[in-house]
């Protein structure tokens, strides 16, 4: 591979590569503002200026300037090196960069810092950015002083609601056109642009448009400062009280990569962030899907529930007791979730096909929908594809209710409320659910045993690519939800069963080598029908 | 620790009795700062004595490594709790030396007059306190008087008596106010006139000269064996002060003394905080001789240095510097570093690690009190139950600094 000498230190690159992305690959930051790994570069910001010296027996690039004479107080015309931007210039074999070794360098971020901030409003105090602003962390590095200029700022339109997400302000744009140029490149919807020059400078969606679409949370994400805000974060937290969590998202197959952002003291989640992976979702997420970590509080089952009432855990037991006693293990049938986690479905799994030895496994899900050729998957599940890993060719739900209908299956052992079936007919079965969310199979189940979401604990889920991701936990358990393969655990003491696993790493170490490791725990698997052998 | 019954032959004692035994503290009177002495006792004298320090705990250390650096300061206020100005100049000056900063001259002196303030204030209490407890009340008034003077100065300079906070990573939290040189020198000289007025009244005291000659001796080899520094090892003729042997802010650039006793006892560590008192009068008087009327008290560098609010207010820049500095705290470089300076009791020391984040990594105190009430069982065993109340009185253990 190639390599350049930046500021002495050799930076491998491949070639194509700018001087700034080969730098950022090791994790060496220029600073900057314009540029995003994920999108062009235009290098308007000026701030990730670095000087290049010339090559052996060339001229050095330089300007003729004039420089204040601070003691005589007179001009005197000098010359200083033509400084490039590094988001732009393209790494050549064996150039010498010099970044955080230059004076001049130095010396420009200091001045490009100084010009960003001339007309920037005090806003700190109320911004939503305050804490994660790049305008504040390089005025630490590369500023440090104090204002010069004393006169009226200029002002620009703020609180500019560009749609029905996100809001924009003007008086604190940098100009970057990160916004711009992710609808244009990412979304492939070029609803936003710049008007006007100079001072006068600001970012206007379309006439007739408003910013809308399945990537506008975007826009506020790749923003450096804090011009966009989401309507659904803004003034909803300080950013410095939050702590983040590696998850996964759980809107559709694709899984992206975020950071779940939630504050300890109140146990509350309060946003996503993308979490950069390459293999997955680049630097990016949709709107729905940055919005489902609202699922974190909604639409929970945090108490047992028997027959519709709220009951204690004991009852809920004794209950899933009384109906499972003395069934034919022919007529009970399992439902994995495609909206749990691996080790939860392994766990009912191993419950229901090992020690209950039913045969009859089905998978519920929820119903497939929107889908674009970006990130979006048609299927809404985060993890059909494990399901499919543990039990391969697993039946849909509808199938199970043809066997119900025909009185085949009296009982059944259910993973997760969502469904994407009408299960009405289900009433007639005995149904017990351990499930996060409620959905319709929670409210036709006899007994419902709380689980916890993704956010509460530790889960792997396979994306339609098949990979395998783990989503961290953030928040504690709500009410008295456990996790589902421990909830698992206790209803098959309560039915009189010895469950082989007590804690996530020892299904863990079950479920390592993928799906061929599942297949051999059931060996003789077929559609729906396993061998309890 | 051993255990305290132990059989004593029958015959040893004239008359033979069970030894006794009794707890001194924690809370008592005279056992200053909560703690404890189980005492056997043989008659009134001491066999044994067992020195429980540890009922004042607030988990000091482990508190530093919540906050941001600058947020140690209310912190280290509360360990030697008579001389609060001491330990904010401590502490600002461990930090300053792992950041590699030095204050301006101004502030120097400034730290350097409120200081001596600060270890008169210390002298006074104590040896005001250990005359009250053996029944000379008015010599502790005159004492406390006098304190109070200190009190009202320092009052003036920080707004607060006893838990200023007033130090700063870089600097002070103020430059010192107009009046400040004059009334340090209109009080000193009261001050001592005051000390002289008690001084009389006890070291002509037959009573209070018999309970103290001679009374808890300790041998400067001894004294540096367990650790010990300060007033009390100096009163065992060890002349031994960090301000002399590693001078520190511009204590090279004065002249004072450093006073000695002879005989270690608990007389020579009070006639040594005596002296000690008219010495730090010579250094503030130095002090504010040289101490430039006007000019910077912080140091000019944005990474620490808070900006003035007005700024905050009305420039960005200064707002982000502010929030910066109070959100995150000033980062101070990846090391570790033991500064010590010259405390109230003696080497009070700072141990800090940084990880290069705006919170300590770890704040390990080394505190003269600590040491010196280690020495305490060895003073008192085999001495008298009545000599203890003013052996350790002389040397004023403080229990904020024994937070161990």
């Known amino acids: 591979m190639p390599t350049f000498k930046l500021d002495g230190k050799s930076i491998p690159f491949e070639p194509g590569d700018t001087i700034i992305r080969a730098a950022w690959k090791l994790g060496i930051e220029i600073p900057h503002y314009c540029w995003h790994p994920g999108l062009t570069a235009p290098a308007n910001c000026r701030m990730c200026l670095v000087e290049i010296l010339p090559k052996p027996g060339q001229r050095a690039l330089t300007l003729d300037i004039l420089e204040l004479d601070a003691n005589s107080g007179e001009y005197r015309p000098v010359q200083k090196p033509k400084l490039q931007p590094s988001c732009y210039m393209a790494a050549v074999e064996g150039m010498e960069v010099l970044s955080d070794s230059s004076e001049h360098v130095k010396r420009a971020r200091h001045d490009v810092q100084e010009f960003l901030l001339l007309n920037h409003p005090v806003d700190c105090p109320i911004c939503d950015q305050s804490g994660e602003c790049k305008l504040q962390d390089y005025w630490l590095e590369h500023m440090q002083t104090k204002k010069r200029m004393h006169d009226e700022p200029v002002h620009k339109p703020k609180g500019v609601v560009f749609g029905p997400t996100i809001v924009y302000d003007g008086e604190r744009c940098v100009m970057c056109t990160r916004c711009v140029r992710f609808m244009a490149e990412v979304a492939k919807d070029p609803v936003l642009d710049m008007r006007e020059r100079g001072n006068l400078n600001e970012i206007v969606v379309s006439p007739g448009r408003q910013l809308d679409g399945h990537y506008t949370f975007m826009t506020e994400h790749v923003c450096p400062v804090g011009a966009l805000t989401t309507k659904d974060f803004r003034f909803k937290a300080r950013v410095w009280f939050l702590r983040t969590a590696a998850a996964v998202c759980q809107g559709c197959a694709t899984g992206c990569n975020a950071h779940l952002d939630y504050d300890p003291r109140y146990n509350k989640a309060y946003r996503y962030r993308p979490r950069d992976n390459e293999m997955v979702n680049k630097f990016w997420m949709c709107d729905e899907g940055m919005l489902t970590y609202k699922e974190a509080h909604d639409g929970r089952v945090v108490e047992p529930v028997v027959r519709g009432k709220a009951a204690s855990v004991a009852k809920a037991l004794d209950e899933a007791r009384a109906l499972f006693k003395g069934v034919a293990k022919d007529s009970i049938a399992i439902v994995l979730s495609a909206q749990h986690s691996l080790e939860d479905n392994w766990a009912l799994r191993e419950l229901g096909t090992v020690l209950v030895g039913s045969k009859s496994v089905f998978k519920s899900a929820k119903p497939d929908g929107y889908e674009d050729a970006i990130l979006i998957n048609r299927d809404k599940n985060p993890n059909a594809k494990g399901v499919e890993q543990l039990v391969p060719g697993v039946k849909a739900l509808p199938s199970l209710l043809d066997e119900v209908q025909a009185s085949r299956i009296t009982h059944v052992l259910a993973l997760g409320g969502a469904a994407m079936a009408e299960v009405e007919a289900f009433r007639s079965a005995k149904v017990v659910v351990v499930a996060a969310h409620a959905g319709p199979l929670t409210e036709v189940a006899a007994v419902v045993l709380p689980a916890t979401s993704w956010a509460e604990q530790s889960g792997t889920f396979v994306n339609a690519k098949g990979m395998r991701q783990v989503s961290e936990k953030a928040l504690e358990p709500l009410g008295a939800s456990k996790p589902a393969w421990a909830q698992l655990a206790a209803l098959a003491t309560a039915l009189g069963y010895e469950p082989s696993w007590t804690s996530l790493k020892q299904i863990r170490t079950k479920l390592v080598g993928g799906a061929a490791d599942a297949r051999a725990a059931a060996p003789s698997a077929t559609a729906g029908q396993l061998g309890a052998e | ?404």
């Open chain 2, 1 to 404: 620790m051993e255990a305290l019954d132990i059989d004593l032959e029958e015959g040893e004692l004239e008359l033979p009795a069970e030894p006794m035994h009794l707890n001194l503290g924690p809370s008592h009177p005279a056992m200053h700062g909560t703690v404890r002495i189980v005492l056997e006792l043989s008659g009134e004298t001491i066999v044994k004595a067992d020195v429980q320090v540890g009922y004042l705990h607030r988990g000091f250390e482990k508190m530093c490594e919540r906050g941001t650096w600058a947020q140690v300061f209310p912190y280290v206020d509360r360990l030697n709790y008579v001389s609060p100005m001491l330990n904010n100049v401590g502490y600002a000056l461990a930090v300053e030396k792992l950041c590699g900063l030095a204050v301006p001259e101004r502030c120097q002196w400034y730290r350097m007059a409120l200081g001596e303030l600060a270890r008169v204030s210390d002298h006074l209490t104590c040896t005001g306190a250990m005359a009250m407890e053996l029944g000379a009340f008015t010599p502790f008034l005159w004492f406390v008087k006098a304190r109070e003077m200190v009190w009202d100065i320092l009052e003036e300079e920080t707004g607060a008596r006893l838990t200023h906070s007033f130090g700063r990573i870089g600097g002070m939290a103020s430059p010192p106010t107009a009046d400040f040189k004059g009334l340090c020198r209109a009080s000193l000289a009261q001050i001592v006139h005051l000390v002289e007025e008690g001084e009389k009244m006890l070291l002509k005291n037959r009573i209070f000269l018999d309970r103290l000659e001679n009374v808890g001796p300790i041998s400067g080899a001894d004294a540096v064996a367990l650790g010990w520094t300060g007033p009390c090892l100096r009163a065992s003729g060890v002349a031994y002060d960090i301000r002399k042997d590693h001078p520190y802010l511009k204590y090279d650039e004065v002249d004072f003394e450093v006073p000695v006793g002879t005989k270690g006892d608990t007389l020579d560590r009070f006639l040594v905080r005596l002296g000690e008192i008219r010495q730090s009068r010579r250094i503030i008087e130095q002090s504010l001789e040289r101490m430039a009327d006007d000019g910077p008290v912080n140091c000019d560098d944005p990474r620490v240095v808070l900006p003035a609010k007005t700024d905050v207010y009305t420039t960005i820049e200064a707002t982000i510097q502010h929030f910066k500095l109070v959100m995150e705290g000033a980062k101070v470089p990846k090391g570790e570093v033991y500064s010590y300076t010259e405390g109230g009791n003696g080497e009070l020391g700072y141990y800090l690690v940084s990880d290069g984040s705006g919170t300590p990594y770890r704040v390990r105190i080394r505190p003269p009190c600590f040491q010196i009430t280690g020495g305490l069982s060895k003073l008192i065993e085999g001495r008298m139950l009545s000599d203890i109340v003013p052996t350790f009185g002389s040397l004023n253990m403080i229990g904020g600094e024994c937070d161990h």
